[in-house]
């Protein structure tokens, strides 16, 4: 039986733990505020228009709300009773 070197399990380098630097923490922190005021105080770039069409969040206030403007091609006529039948027996017959 011959033996060889790579018997147990493979050794990886680990690699070497980097030196800590010689700027403080709060130099550091305090740099990264600036630049992040900086970035902030920038001119905003133009600001988005609200995509056009029906959005299920959108509500303006109104008390009195309008229909949708749209032709309706793509929604089905409304089909609700305007008062709901009452319902008899029992709720659950099995």
Known sequence: MQSSKHNGPPHHRQPATPEPGSESQVDIASRVQGGLKKSNEQREPEKRTSPTGH?????D???NPRADE???VFKPADETPAVMPKRSGPKNPE
């Open 70 to 72: 749209d032709s309706g």
């Open 61 to 63: 206030g109104s008390p």
């Open 55 to 59: 959005k299920a969040t959108e509500f």
